[in-house]
């Protein structure tokens, strides 16, 4: 029987869930979803003083945002230190670790005079054979083996060796007694019974000294994938100026979670030379083989491009919930129907917010008239033919678009012009602004009653009535 595959995303929440957090996650879970396996999350909240609930907070809610469900209960790090502790001791009782006494500064007088003779600074070993010292304050080092080559066999990056005479004498136990990393991330990934950690490249220095700890322990190795990091788009790092911002921010600025997902895919992954993905599929063609050795480079207008298409194919439905939400009203007996005003606009907006913000004019009268576009628009003899339309209208029996859409190219008709000359004053009086879905259909939208007191308002409002 073949193992059944475990991922899992183990954040410290000592800063925002940011781009690239949000990606590694989103790597570990479509790893477990293609495969049937679990995705587990574990808060790595051991530096008390730098984690913080709001950091963890924003990782909870992003992860549900983008629809990154996790196996069982969410596990944090700090509740463990029992196990940790166990186990530095067990390598303590069977000699793969030692305290070292060593100060600060006899460490630092050490790297120094490595430094000086051009040698690589590091821990040389010097407490492996000290004499006990009962009272004296200590770390734990764990006693690295002094030879040989350390092999990563990574499943993005290929086969890293890393000569053993490198890796010093790591500290598995700092002097106030708590863990390290690297020891804690080997108990806890063992335990949980991991068997692919997807991690950022950042993390690739530390996989050697995880694969002794986990060869000392006793412990099954793990396989590992390292991703590539994200570069702005000028090729450095990524960081605020580049848009690296808490992935909470993105729902904020009116993107779709499918679209944000769908980019966080393809930095890093390809699938032959397609850009759109939906969920489904991603789980479905995820692999690992596909993901990218070199850095992914972060690129705004990609997502925005995103961002548009999932909302032009999302379901009217799901954006009328945002919508209502944002414009903060209460969906119930709320006409027009959101989910005809979300579908109306849908085609025509760029991003969730435009998309609210566009739809306010079917539940808010115009509160001014946009000066520019009456200039424009509004001629001599405009608001007669607003007029004329406005007598039409009231005399329709039934108020539907097409009917509408005639009553206007009549009107137009009869005076040799253009459609546009009444259709855009007709928008600026029921919105303020010359810019809504198709005149008809905003029309029957706002429906008859709403129409034509929006109509006489504005007209009235322009001192242009029965001009
Ligand atoms: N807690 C580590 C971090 O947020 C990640 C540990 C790991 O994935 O091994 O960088």
């Not at 966080?264 to 030379?273: E, F, I, K, M, Q």
């Not at 480079?297 to 439905?317: C, E, G, S, T, Y």
């Not at 009553?407 to 004053?425: E, F, R, S, T, V």
């Amino acid at each position: 029987m073949t193992q059944k595959i475990r991922t899992r995303f183990a954040p410290s929440p000592t800063g925002m869930l940011h781009i690239g957090g949000a990606r590694t996650a989103l790597f570990s879970w479509l790893y477990a979803r293609r495969h049937g396996g679990e995705f587990v999350l574990r808060i790595e909240d051991t530096d008390r003083q730098r984690s913080t609930d709001e950091a963890t907070q924003v990782i909870l809610d992003g992860l549900a945002w983008l629809g990154l469900d996790w196996d069982g209960e969410v596990i944090y790090q700090s509740e463990r230190q029992s196990q940790h502790i166990a186990a530095v001791e067990r390598l303590l009782a069977e000699g793969k670790a030692y305290r070292c006494y060593c100060s600060k500064e006899e460490v630092d007088a050490m790297r120094e005079a490595q430094r000086q003779a051009g040698q690589k600074p590091q821990y040389d070993g010097r407490c492996r054979h000290r004499q006990q010292q009962p009272d004296a304050p200590y770390v734990v080092r764990f006693r690295s083996p002094d030879t040989g080559e350390t092999v990563v066999n990574d499943l993005v990056l290929g086969r890293v060796g890393f000569p053993n005479q490198e890796l010093d004498d790591l500290i598995i136990m700092r002097s106030d007694g708590t863990p390290t990393y690297n020891l804690a991330v080997v108990v806890d990934d063992a335990e949980m019974g991991i068997t692919h950690v997807i991690r950022g490249s950042d993390h690739l220095n530390n996989t050697p000294r995880q694969i002794q700890l986990y060869e000392a322990l006793g412990l099954p190795i793990p396989q590992f994938a390292h991703i590539p990091l994200i570069h702005g788009p000028d090729g450095a790092k990524m960081s605020k100026r580049h848009g690296a911002v808490a992935i909470t921010e993105y729902r904020e600025q009116g993107y779709l979670p499918e679209a944000v997902v769908n980019y966080l895919a393809r930095l890093g992954w390809s699938h032959g030379d397609e850009e759109v993905f939906t969920m489904a599929q991603l789980v479905a063609l995820f692999d690992l083989t596909q993901v990218g050795a070199s850095a992914a480079r972060f690129d705004q207008r990609k997502l925005d491009w995103l961002n548009a298409h999932h909302l032009h194919h999302a379901k009217a439905a799901v954006l009328a919930e945002d919508m209502v939400a944002r414009l903060g009203l209460d969906a119930a007996a709320l006409t027009p129907a959101p989910e005809a005003v979300a579908q109306a606009l849908q085609e025509r907006s760029k991003n969730l917010l435009e998309l609210a913000n566009n739809a306010r004019m079917f539940y808010f009268d115009p509160e001014s008239y946009d000066e520019k576009a009456v200039k424009k628009h509004f001629k001599e003899g405009t608001a007669a033919l607003v007029e004329a339309f406005i007598a039409v209208a009231e005399a329709m029996p039934v108020w539907q678009r097409d009917a509408l859409h005639q009553a206007i190219a009549d009107i137009c008709q009869q005076h040799h012009i253009g459609m546009g000359k009444l259709a855009q004053p007709l928008r600026i009086l029921l919105a303020g602004v010359p810019v809504s879905p198709p005149i008809d259909i905003t029309l029957e939208l706002l429906g008859k009653d709403c129409c034509l007191r929006r109509l006489r308002r504005g007209l009235s409002a322009l001192g242009t009535a029965g001009a």
